[in-house]
């Protein structure tokens, strides 16, 4: 069993910076994929980005491109992700979900990573960007 824990999220001008971080305790079969989400209310969960720990490799999805950076750890053990926030807007005010799912083989990303692929959720934190 795999349980994530998010921390950093805040109250934030536009144009200010944030960074999460979540860290996993357990892990499955496979290589994993720590991914970040954000959801507002009456919308569905929206991928932001991922990291493969089988390369590294992070992914982001087009509205945060250039303003985000995902990056990884290994912390006393644990699996580690962040995510830095910068020039932050309004619209990036949502909840922020911690997920993971774990894979055989060979990942591609295909620039749709729906939530139901994920197995693993963290309690989500707050972000919240005033204008």
């Known amino acids: 069993q795999v349980q994530l824990v998010e921390s950093g999220g805040g109250l934030v001008q536009a144009g200010g910076s944030l960074r999460l971080s979540c860290t996993a305790s357990?892990?499955?079969?496979?290589?994993?994929?720590m991914g970040w989400f954000r959801q507002t209310p009456g919308k569905d969960r929206e991928f932001v980005s991922l990291?493969?720990?089988?390369?590294?490799?992070?992914?982001?999805v087009d509205s945060v491109k250039g303003r985000f950076t995902m990056s990884s750890n290994n912390v006393n053990g644990k699996d580690t992700v962040y995510l830095q926030m910068n020039h932050l807007k309004p619209e990036d005010t949502a909840v922020y979900y911690c997920?993971?799912?774990?894979?055989?083989?060979?990942?591609?990303?295909?620039?749709?990573?729906?939530?139901?692929?994920?197995?693993?959720w963290g309690q989500g934190t707050q972000v919240t960007v005033s204008s």
């Open positions: 997920a993971a799912r774990y894979y055989s083989g060979i990942y591609y990303y295909t620039g749709v990573e729906p939530a139901w692929n994920y197995d693993f």
């Open positions: 990291i493969d720990w089988g390369d590294g490799s992070a992914y982001y």
């Open positions: 357990g892990r499955s079969h496979g290589t994993a994929i």
